[in-house]
């Protein structure tokens, strides 16, 4: 079991470049989700998936795109990178409707945007 | 809108000592989750809190949760080095909406 995976582990970007952080999960989670983590801020939702298929927006989605066409994998787009986009990028997922089913974290991927 | 509050934010301890942190949360939610995570690592789940009155033990760590007070506590008991990392609590709304807390910075000095 690999748990949770996201590629890459490091990224730079220039202000405008669009990419995509990939982010899978080998324990058919229904639920996934992807965060940011900035300095005293915690982590805060970006964009969450209950299912392939269906996603939603979390607290701070703008300029942000997700899909989720298999359980497995739950690619975050950045369409155009922005430097307030700096910041530690988590994925994560856990198995719902399982009475306490915690979330499980990927390693990150820390994103500086010039 | 559900906010999550942590208190003290940063912590200072010498080994051996005792602390509590405290996590108040502003909605109805009956589960709540606790998070550490080490210097440029990623987040591990301590506990899963999932009813008024629940409390769980794992070696010197204790956290309980009072859904009507909306108030959960991490203890830490004869505090060692090794529990040196910031711990974060969450809430959930409807198991789809984590909202986390700003994270607790502990330091245990020997």
């Known amino acids: 079991n690999a748990g949770v995976t996201q590629t890459p582990k490091f990224q730079v970007l220039k202000t405008g470049q669009s990419m995509t952080l990939q982010c899978a999960q080998d324990?058919?989670?229904?639920?996934m989700s992807w965060y940011r983590q900035d300095p005293g801020m915690g982590l805060r939702l970006i964009h969450y998936?209950?299912?392939?298929?269906?996603?939603d927006q979390g607290e701070v989605p703008n300029g942000y795109n997700v899909s989720r066409s298999t359980t497995e994998d739950f690619p975050l787009r950045l369409l155009s990178a922005a430097p307030s986009q700096t910041s530690v990028y988590f994925c994560?997922?856990?198995?719902?409707?399982?009475?306490?089913?915690?979330?499980?974290f990927g390693p990150g991927t820390r994103l500086t945007v010039l | 809108e559900l906010k999550v509050e942590q208190n003290p934010l940063f912590l200072s301890m010498q080994e051996g000592k005792n602390y509590t942190i405290y996590c108040n949360y502003s909605?109805?939610?009956?589960?709540l989750y606790w998070y550490r995570q080490d210097p440029g690592k990623s987040l591990e789940s301590l506990f899963v809190?999932?009813?008024?009155?629940a409390v769980k033990q794992e070696g010197r760590l204790m956290a309980s949760l009072d859904t009507k007070a909306r108030l959960s506590t991490l203890h830490i008991t004869a505090a060692v080095h090794d529990l040196s990392a910031t711990y974060f609590c969450?809430?959930?709304?409807?198991?789809?909406?984590?909202?986390f807390g700003p994270g607790t910075r502990l330091s245990v000095l020997p």
């Open positions: 969450a809430v959930d709304i409807d198991e789809e909406n984590f909202v």
């Open positions: 994560a997922s856990s198995s719902m409707g399982l009475p306490g089913g915690t979330q499980y």
């Open positions: 324990m058919n989670h229904e639920y």
């Open positions: 909605t109805t939610s009956d589960r």
């Open positions: 809190l999932l009813s008024n009155g």
């Open positions: 998936s209950v299912g392939a298929g269906i996603t």
